[in-house]
């Protein structure tokens, strides 16, 4: 939760399958992401997997208005 309201943790989502949880981190790069995922208890206990996917906007929006984009 704390990660939550110091603005690390933007979202997070439970996995449609029920295994798990995604979060969306406001880092920069995907060692940031690593070093604050190791701060939680899980994660210290060793009893957490993770999977790092960098994310971004979707560019191919552009080609909708390519003007608008100058």
């Known amino acids: 939760m704390k990660l939550y309201l110091d603005g690390k943790i933007r979202e997070w989502y439970s996995r449609g399958n029920g295994k798990g949880v995604i979060f969306l981190l406001?880092?920069?790069t995907e060692n940031e992401a690593r070093a604050l995922m190791e701060t939680?208890?899980?994660?210290?206990?060793?009893?957490m997997d993770s999977e790092y996917i960098p994310v971004g906007p979707l560019m191919?929006?552009?080609?909708?208005n390519p003007g608008a984009f100058q």
């Open 40 to 47: 939680l208890p899980l994660a210290k206990a060793q009893l």
């Open 60 to 64: 191919a929006l552009k080609m909708l």
């Open 26 to 28: 406001d880092v920069k």
